[in-house]
């Protein structure tokens, strides 16, 4: 069980977070909202609880406790030591039938004294009236309830000076107890009130009583440990301080001794009576109310039916009809005592100041602590408001009034406070929640529509792995033949370059042959001039053998050898002369021959130089188509390393 801070309250594990005890809860932060173990829970802060055990009403599942002194009462009484109890009034009201029995079971057990608050009550009724009286003190607060003291303490600090200094029923029992009646037990409170363990604890109070032992609590070990005893009472007789625990109780008491004219301001009820204190504040700070005090209790049917009760009889009205008895027997119709009811108000207050003439004012009196610096509340300003609102999905002024309380605050300002402060947190607002499921079901569609994508862009990965795994194929290929034809360029490049070399000889040769045909032609033409002296020559010697044949004839005998010289001479010429014409008639061949090589030599030259330009070009072609390819061959090699780099990803 957590118990965060000491708190007289705390949550038990049957909590299961429904926000019922915070819409309860009048201070904020009391009841703080978390996750534990994935479990929603609320659990309580004792720095900032009141314990007006609001949500323990609220709670339906019984996952809120309390504590109290009963365990450590019952436990000293048995080691010896020597206690006391005040009774409060509202005990007897509850347990009409077993009031005496349940007296005397603890006086079995230990118990020394018996005295009823009713009696305390009667003191602190003449304690209001006479400060009122003393220092004029009109419209200040009544506080006999410790939850509403703890609320003004906490929260409304700057109403403290407007409480009643005057001490409560209890305490004013107790100091009686202690300076008239000279007792020095150790007090056990038996009380309605789990709240009333903070007044025992004030420092202001320090020493008073020591136990604070609920009705509820007292009445579970009287049950499981079968106490009982001899009948037994209270000792001190009291008057109307017996209807203290009705609502209104004071106020009665007041009316009875200043008349019903004076105007008494009657709030009780747990949130309710708190809320009017937040708003009647200022008021009630400037004086500016018309009555002579507010008789301010936490619970709406006032002590009889306290926070430390027992539930089933505060569902039904018997205490409060055990209680009207009592108001019956304590108007008696006596005129010796302040109660009597044929007195006028007037006379009964005569009569109560009579009874405790010998008291002191100033030692039923009592200070109070501002205690709000143990539970400070930050306000966020616009700017961090706004956020938390947009963390909520509340991004319209329409959002951020919905103000459904579902998360236990009256609107969404509050919660926006609450969770700047660390009270609670944005998945305890159900339109958050409602809005998260609906984004939720949105990013479940989303998710679905994605997941539908998703494999849709798969089917595509596969087709575009597919495709690149047969583009690589075909790139492959593709990339081996332009590898190839670049070597083959590179090689083309090559031979073109000894070609056109080769055929810059060709060349180089042909003009060679061309100049040789040029000489030969030349030596022909020069052969031409040879044979023609030739013939001239063969004509000269064919005269010279006529001549010599005619001086043969005239020489007749003695010139028969001349005449065979003539002949020779003859024959030579002749023969010199067919030779000549031989000669000319194979040098027109030559020459035709020549001519005819000379026009094919130059045509073969021309040919050449085209075929060598043409090779030069193709040269230097096929060098820049080799270059080109090397650079095609580069980015080839560049999308192939792309086109792994893409697959490896898609895989």
């Not at 509050?414 to 009270?423: E, H, P």
């Not at 073109?496 to 810059?504: K, R, V």
Request: hydrophobic residues 35%.
């Amino acid at each position: 069980m957590e118990n965060m801070g000491n708190s007289l309250v705390f949550t038990n594990e049957k909590c299961i977070g429904c926000n019922k005890c915070i819409s309860a809860c009048s201070a904020m932060g009391a009841c703080v909202s978390s996750v534990v173990d994935g479990k929603p829970r609320i659990d309580v802060d004792g720095n900032r609880c009141i314990a007006c055990g609001a949500c323990i009403d609220a709670c339906e599942h019984g996952a809120r406790e309390f504590c109290d002194d009963t365990e450590r009462f019952f436990a000293d009484l048995k080691r010896g030591e020597k206690i006391s109890i005040l009774v409060a009034p509202a005990f007897k009201a509850n347990y009409p039938q077993e009031y005496e029995k349940v007296l005397g079971g603890l006086k079995r057990a230990g118990v020394n004294r018996i005295i009823s608050i009713s009696f305390g009550a009667d003191i602190c009724t003449w304690g209001y009236l006479n400060y009122i009286q003393k220092y004029n003190f009109v419209g200040g607060i009544s506080q006999p309830c410790p939850a509403v003291v703890s609320y003004i303490e906490h929260y409304l600090p700057e109403l403290l000076p407007k409480l009643f200094p005057v001490q409560s029923p209890l305490m004013c029992g107790a100091i009686y107890a202690r300076k008239e009646l000279g007792i020095t037990d150790k007090f056990a409170f038996i009380s309605p009130c789990i709240a009333k363990k903070m007044e025992i604890d004030d420092p202001h109070n320090k020493g008073l009583v020591q136990y604070n032992v609920t009705f509820d609590h007292l009445m579970k070990y009287i049950k499981a440990h079968n106490l009982s005893g001899n009948l037994a009472t209270d000792e001190i007789e009291y008057g109307l301080g017996s209807i203290y625990p009705t609502p209104g109780g004071l106020k009665e008491n007041v009316y009875w001794f200043l008349g019903e004219d004076v105007a008494i301001r009657q709030i009780e009820g747990e949130k309710h009576m708190y809320e009017w204190l937040q708003k009647n504040k200022d008021r009630i700070k400037q004086q500016k109310t018309p009555f002579t005090f507010i008789d301010a209790l936490n619970c709406a049917n006032g002590c009889i039916c306290g926070t430390a009760t027992d539930p089933e009889k505060s569902e039904t009205d018997d205490a409060l009809y055990a209680l009207l008895k009592i108001k019956t027997e304590s108007k008696k119709n006596n005129k010796k005592t302040a109660w009597g009811r044929p007195l006028t108000p007037a006379q009964r207050l005569a009569k109560l100041n009579q009874q405790f003439k010998s008291l002191r004012l100033e030692d039923y009196l009592r200070k109070y602590t501002d205690r709000s610096s143990t539970c400070p509340i930050r306000i966020p300003t616009k700017e961090q408001a706004d956020r938390i609102f947009e963390s909520l999905h509340k991004t319209t002024p329409e959002s951020r009034v919905i103000n459904c309380s579902c998360c236990g605050y009256a609107t969404c300002q509050d919660m926006v406070t609450a969770i700047f402060n660390g009270f609670n947190h944005k998945e305890n607002c159900i339109h958050y929640e409602k809005d998260e499921i609906l984004l939720l079901g949105d990013a479940r569609e989303l998710a679905a529509n994605l997941e539908t994508e998703k494999e849709a862009i798969q089917r595509q990965q596969d087709a575009i792995g597919s495709t690149i795994e047969s583009v690589e194929q075909h790139f492959t290929t593709l990339y081996e033949s332009i590898e190839h034809m670049n070597s083959e360029n590179e090689n083309n490049a090559s031979e073109s370059t000894h070609i056109a070399g080769d055929m810059g000889d060709v060349a180089d040769f042909m003009q060679k042959i061309r100049d040789s045909l040029s000489e030969i032609q030349k030596l022909v033409e020069n052969l031409e001039a040879d044979n023609a002296k030739v013939l001239d020559i063969a004509s000269e010697t064919n005269l010279l053998s006529l001549n010599a044949s005619i001086e043969s004839a005239r020489a007749g005998e003695a010139g028969r050898g001349f005449a065979v010289v003539a002949g020779e001479i003859n024959k030579l010429s002749a023969s010199s002369k067919e030779t000549a014409e031989q000669s000319d008639k194979n040098h027109q061949k030559i020459e035709g021959a020549i001519n005819r090589l000379l026009s094919e030599a130059e045509h073969l030259v021309r040919i050449i130089e085209e075929v060598n330009g043409r090779t030069q070009n193709l040269a230097a072609s096929t060098e820049q188509m080799s270059s080109a390819t090397t650079i095609v061959l580069d980015a080839a090699n560049s999308i192939k390393q792309s086109l792994d780099a893409l697959s490896r990803e898609m895989t």
